[in-house]
């Protein structure tokens, strides 16, 4: 027997009139386990959370050689790892490509958007246990960021976190691209003009691998240092001219890393029952040593933290949400 998945669409008021324009309407996938339509038991749930570049339908992706994560919790649970959970699979792509899960004034309330608009529509929609107890968030790169987001601000919400290779320490997982972006942002012209070709190449052709980091770079000052009145909204850390950095708007950036605002929330991270992290060693952002610092300081001030490493780079490593929610849903209360 497998799981179902279902769709909906989730008007989110947190998302209307946001500065670029991205849909308030939302589609939202939800993986309901094996059983759930012949009962009326209520079950715990986990969110996923997606990576930068992704958006809410690539959980559902399977390539030739490897499932989908839905397939995968069908595995687990059908060999009794895991018990049943419902899964949800919201979606904050951006036309930058992300939003961090944060509130930014320059890209809109992603983070209000999952803790309220996506967390009220699911207890009301389907069978939950809705309650923080119950409520685990998980997700890579960008999403692992986003999960420790919500243990910052929301651990009222959820009681387990899972950070697969969380954006942190961003001197050494943003600073190499930083002149990369500054190179193509010269050439083009600026930021608003660089927008509009990279747009216009992505509906013609297909973005350029030398396009990532540059949008990568611009969508982060969108979330990190949003300045009303600035081309899109943002301000970079460095001077476009010569790329020199400013320090007062790279510091802007520094209070969001991980890195730094873990030890200065640590009281919601101790209300937390458990801390996943992980970070494959050969991670070509160089999130290893972040994720590192992370487990460290969380793990100094109590908190229970399971913490590990794997011999694998980056992407492509969605298998790891095996071990995470092996560790995470039996933690998760059941009643």
Request: charged share 25%; glycine share 8%; hydrophobic share 40%.
């Amino acid at each position: 027997m497998k799981g179902v998945l279902e769709t909906r669409e989730v008007q989110s008021p947190a998302l209307e009139n946001n500065p670029l324009g991205d849909p308030a309407r939302r589609r939202l996938t939800v993986y309901l386990p094996p059983g759930y339509g012949e009962g009326t038991q209520r079950y715990p749930v986990v969110y996923f959370l997606h990576a930068f570049g992704s958006g809410g339908a690539s959980w559902t992706n399977a390539s030739g050689f490897a499932p989908s994560v839905p397939d995968r919790l069908d595995a687990l649970i059908q060999k009794g790892a895991i018990p049943p959970f419902i899964g949800v699979f919201p979606d904050a792509w951006t036309k930058l490509g992300g939003s961090q899960w944060v509130n930014s004034d320059a890209i809109g309330r992603y983070r209000d958007y999952l803790a309220k608009d996506i967390v009220g529509f699911v207890d009301k929609t389907w069978r939950t246990l809705p309650k923080a107890a119950s409520r685990a968030v998980v997700g890579h790169s960008s999403g692992g960021y986003g999960a420790l987001v919500m243990g910052r601000y929301h651990p009222e919400l959820f009681s387990l976190v899972g950070a697969h290779a969380p954006d942190s320490y961003f001197e050494y997982s943003y600073l190499p691209d930083l002149p990369k972006a500054a190179t193509a942002l010269l050439k083009a012209g600026g930021v608003e003009a660089w927008v509009t070709e990279m747009r216009m190449r992505a509906q013609e052709t297909k973005l350029r691998g030398d396009d990532f980091p540059v949008v990568n770079i611009l969508a982060m000052a969108a979330a990190y240092s949003p300045k009303k009145g600035e081309p899109l909204n943002l301000e970079l850390p460095f001077d476009q001219q010569n790329a020199k950095m400013r320090l007062d708007v790279w510091n802007r950036w520094l209070v969001h890393d991980p890195v730094r605002f873990v030890p200065k929330f640590l009281d919601s991270f101790r209300k937390l029952k458990t801390v996943f992290l992980d970070c494959g060693t050969r991670d070509e952002f160089n999130l290893r040593w972040g994720t590192r610092m992370v487990a460290d300081d969380l793990k100094a001030a109590g908190v229970d933290v399971v913490h590990e490493e794997f011999e694998d780079g980056h992407s492509g490593v969605s298998y790891r949400f095996e071990r995470s929610l092996a560790v995470l849903v039996p933690r998760l209360s059941q009643d």
